[in-house]
């Protein structure tokens, strides 16, 4: 009974009030999850590795370039590869409607657009080797069969319609049956 009127007196007194939290606790707890909150949405629009290298590789402050007329005609060759960048002329060609070649559809059409084959005179240059690492080892795409498309090319590039019509007649998927 003794605790009970001491309990009793001490709450009468206020001399054991609960601890609170401050009020500012919250309102910083409030403004770091706003901030992550924030970050999180432009966390993507943040360039991550290679793409802002290679954008400094084309900057024009990033690299002196030779001047005069011939190095404008010079190819360069890209980082980490052999071949040469493509000139800006190959862009200029109007491109042709590539997924008229049998086996070719939008999407291995972006791909070969972006190796810059984007007429039938480009696709029938390029060797069947060299498509199949363009589109099946670059790209992925495992059922991509180009073992005709130089020859379908070839044709619609002279524009012998009746006879690449002909040569897809006998085709499946794109291949020789």
């Known amino acids: ?6 309990a009793t007196i001490f709450m009468q007194e206020g001399g054991t009030e609960p601890v609170g939290v401050p ?14 909150f924030i970050w999180g949405l432009n966390r993507n629009n943040i360039p991550q590795g290679e793409a802002d290298v290679a954008d400094d590789h084309h900057s024009p402050h990033s690299q002196s370039e ?7 005609h010079t190819p360069q060759l890209a980082e980490n ?8 002329a190959v862009s200029l060609a109007e491109p042709d ?3 008229k070649v049998e086996g070719i559809g939008p999407k291995i059409e972006g791909i070969l657009h972006d190796a810059g084959i984007a007429t039938f005179a480009a696709l029938a240059a390029t060797s069947v080797a060299q498509l199949e690492k363009i589109v099946r080892e670059d790209a992925g795409i495992r059922v991509a069969f180009p073992d005709t498309w130089p020859e379908q090319a070839r ?9 690449l019509e ?12």
């Open 66 to 72: 030779p001047h005069g007329a011939a190095a404008h």
């Open 81 to 88: 590869h052999a071949e040469p960048v493509r000139s800006t």
């Open 97 to 99: 409607d590539l997924k």
């Open 166 to 177: 002909t040569l897809q007649d006998e085709l499946k998927g794109g291949r020789h049956s």
């Open 23 to 36: 009020a500012l606790v919250p309102i910083v707890i409030g403004v770091i999850l706003l901030l992550l």
């Open 1 to 6: 009974m003794n605790t009970l009127l001491l």
């Open 155 to 163: 044709l619609a590039a002279a524009g012998e319609w009746a006879a």
